[in-house]
């Protein structure tokens, strides 16, 4: 488990992250948000010491990074894509297999794992910056850790190559593994994050189950029906709110199937019954519209 507590980094008159405290829980992916400006990447460079805190810890099932026996077989990140233009992707992994005591043999499974075992003598040169992202998930891969922190992974990925990093990141998670991932890409999280870290202005929003907060979300039932005024009268109007939007009815406060079998008990036809649910990303711009640097109107 990754335990962060207190976690303060200030520059200057600013305050970059202010006393984060949460917890990252192994055998789940937990999704970072917030928007530009949150602290997100300053927080994941403290996270593997590249940049220090004021104040505040990290710890990976007790120990901090720094105390590490073997950093790279404990926590993989990618915090960026650069690599040396003029470097193949298996003399990169090479290198860095050196520096870190692993086993050459380890750079060729990684390539494989990635899908990059066929350009692997290429020069990262030509590399599109979706390729340079697979690389750098390799780099961090290299060394079978138990933690893996991806800051952005899905820049650059088309679509196929993002539905592969979803399954590799849950299947990752499903063995045991402990992942920690940050997106813009809130629709695509939505569809594998188990638990959602959500920061603005470098402080903590909420830190919970992404079910938790996707069961708040208000359930609108839509319907369309000649007989309006009898289902009107047929609803029960206790804690219901009834809106009309041209010529259909927007229901909060009962569901699909209790206004589906009103009607079918009244006699009343619906030419229309469908029922939508807030999205998550609609969710997280309530949250974290207040503490928005760069907000658009809404």
């Given amino acids: 488990m990754i335990s962060i507590t207190g976690l303060t980094k200030r520059y200057d008159d600013r305050s970059a992250v202010g006393d984060l405290t949460f917890d990252v829980h192994p055998g789940r992916v937990t999704g970072f948000v917030g928007p530009n400006g949150a602290g997100k990447s300053t927080t ?15 710890r990976y099932d007790g120990t901090q990074f720094g105390d590490l026996a073997h950093p790279t077989r404990t926590v993989g990140a990618v915090l960026d894509a650069s690599t040396h233009p003029g470097r193949t992707p298996r003399n ?21 794992e990635v899908g990059l075992a066929t350009v692997a003598d290429q020069r990262a040169r030509s590399f599109s910056l979706g390729m340079r992202q697979r690389l750098a998930l390799a780099g961090a891969l290299l060394g079978d850790p138990s933690v893996l922190l991806l800051d952005e992974p899905s820049n650059g990925l088309d679509p196929d190559g993002i539905r592969w990093l979803r399954n590799h990141l849950s299947a990752f998670a499903e063995r045991g593994g402990t992942v920690f991932v940050s997106s813009h890409l809130i629709s695509e999280l939505a569809m594998f994050a188990d638990d959602l870290v959500v920061v603005g202005g470098g402080r903590l929003i909420a830190a919970e189950p992404l079910a938790a907060i996707m069961a708040r979300n208000e359930t609108t039932v839509v319907v369309r029906t000649i007989q309006r005024a009898e289902l009107l009268d047929a609803l029960d109007p206790q804690g219901l709110t009834v809106r009309t939007v041209g010529d259909r009815l927007h229901l909060t406060g009962t569901s699909l ?7 079918f008990d009244h006699g009343i ?18 949250l974290t519209q207040a503490s928005a640097e760069f907000a658009s109107a809404r």
Wanted: aromatic share 0%; proline share 2%; charged share 30%.
């Fill in 44 to 58: 994941m460079r403290m996270m593997v010491g590249l940049t220090r805190p004021d104040a505040g810890e990290v």
């Fill in 92 to 112: 990169h992994l090479r290198a860095m297999a050196a520096l870190s005591s692993i086993s050459r043999s380890r750079v060729d499974e990684v390539l494989e």
């Fill in 257 to 263: 199937a209790a206004v589906s079998q009103l009607a």
């Fill in 269 to 286: 036809r619906l030419d229309e019954l469908t029922e939508t649910t807030r999205s998550l990303e609609d969710s997280l711009l309530d």
